[in-house]
């Protein structure tokens, strides 16, 4: 059956040109994706038009969940695309399996739905959004907590990941991985896993820089993949505190970008592709979707702009994870493992 060409757009950036990393299985994945988290403002065909539109633009690599709630928006489009003559092996899509559906009998329903939603018969990428099995209503406040949310649990997380292994035996999905993942978390994983994670979702921005575990992450032949890579200037009002800093207007960010004639944005995307890690920016509008692209691909910081920039980092999570919390008093560090053991139950 004849398909009409996928219409690339005349302005966009050329897929060949798009740097990649390589997954130790031998695949290789986008070093840059369209996140498509809309936080509380941005509708699911919105965001459907944007992953079109990036698409167009040059993008293979799109960063899915099923909380995000818009898989079933997004994958008329992907679906769409392939028909009109787009490979879908040059496709790389991610999805995560949310946190109330850890259990054995779960995980694999819960990939098939995103599969559904996603019109894919197989993901490239199928990450644990988060180690913990703990819930919220979606747009609850910080305060917010879950009666029955527990601590991590080792055995319990096994349990689930056994199930993601499952997925690559059944051809459902070519990669499994983590999110929100600690050192401690995934010496343990890595001591058990019979498929080890392919990716490991992480918060990385020049004022969060989580340099120990990057270099963890990498040592251990994992891509890291960095999510709020611009600082999420959209996010929202819940996911905000006081104490937190502003990527965007770091002085040394703007000064480059000065330098350069483009937006700070641009030098946030670029130093994270310089760096090794693959940023997935969000964004709604064709101009940002395209200068991000344009960011990853164009010429690159000098070495002292990668040194000044490695120098800013403020230690500053802009997604602290409250709601995860499972005790009365914690406070969000909990989650993270800072002394570098897993927080005791
Ligand atoms: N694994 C996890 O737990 C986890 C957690 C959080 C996020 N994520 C993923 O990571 C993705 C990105 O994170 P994020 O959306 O929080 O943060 P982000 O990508 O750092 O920031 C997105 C915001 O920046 C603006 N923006 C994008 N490009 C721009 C540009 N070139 N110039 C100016 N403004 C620009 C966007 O607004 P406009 O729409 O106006 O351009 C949007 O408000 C999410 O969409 C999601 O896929 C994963």
């Excluded at 019109?119 to 406040?141: E, I, K, M, Q, S």
């Excluded at 990716?199 to 890291?224: C, K, S, T, Y």
């Excluded at 937006?263 to 920016?281: D, E, L, N, T, Y």
Aim: with cysteine.
């Amino acid at each position: 059956m004849l398909t009409a060409a996928f219409q690339s757009a005349p302005d966009g950036i050329d897929p060949a040109r798009v740097p990649y990393r390589d997954i130790y299985t031998g695949a290789r994945i986008p070093a840059i994706g369209l996140g498509t988290f809309g936080s509380d403002h941005a509708s699911p065909d919105l965001i459907a038009d944007a992953v079109r539109e990036a698409l167009r633009l040059g993008y293979r690599h799109v960063d899915c969940a099923s909380v995000y709630d818009n898989e079933h928006a997004i994958g008329p489009v992907l679906q769409a695309a392939v028909r009109e003559g787009l490979p879908r092996k040059d496709l790389w899509i991610t999805s995560k399996l949310w946190n109330d559906k850890h259990a054995e009998a779960d995980v694999i329903p819960a990939c098939r739905k995103s599969l559904a939603d996603l019109r894919l018969d197989y993901l490239d990428l199928y990450l644990v959004h988060w180690p913990f099995p703990n819930f919220h209503p979606p747009g609850c406040t910080v305060e917010s907590r879950s009666p029955d949310a527990k601590p991590y649990i080792h055995e319990h997380f096994m349990k689930t990941w056994r199930q993601m292994e499952k997925l690559v035996d059944l051809g459902l999905v070519r990669h499994i991985g983590t999110s929100n993942m600690t050192i401690p978390k995934l010496k343990l994983l890595l001591r058990d896993a019979r498929i080890k994670p392919a990716a490991n979702e992480m918060e990385l921005h020049p004022h969060l820089q989580q340099q120990e575990l990057f270099d963890f992450v990498r040592g251990q032949g994992i891509v890291p993949i960095g999510y709020c890579p611009i600082g999420s200037p959209g996010r929202p009002e819940r996911d905000r505190t006081p104490e937190d800093t502003v990527d965007l207007e770091d002085p040394v960010i703007v000064r480059i970008a000065n330098r350069l004639g483009l937006h700070p944005a641009s030098v946030c995307i670029k130093w994270a592709v310089q760096r090794g890690q693959i940023p997935i920016p969000f964004s709604t509008k064709r101009r940002n979707i395209l200068s991000n692209l344009q960011a990853a691909t164009g010429e690159p910081l000098t070495a002292q702009d990668m040194a000044d920039l490695a120098r800013i980092d403020r230690n500053c999570r802009l997604i602290k994870g409250h709601v995860f919390l499972w005790k009365e008093g914690q406070t969000w560090e909990a989650l993270w493992d800072m002394d570098g053991v897993i927080t005791p139950p």
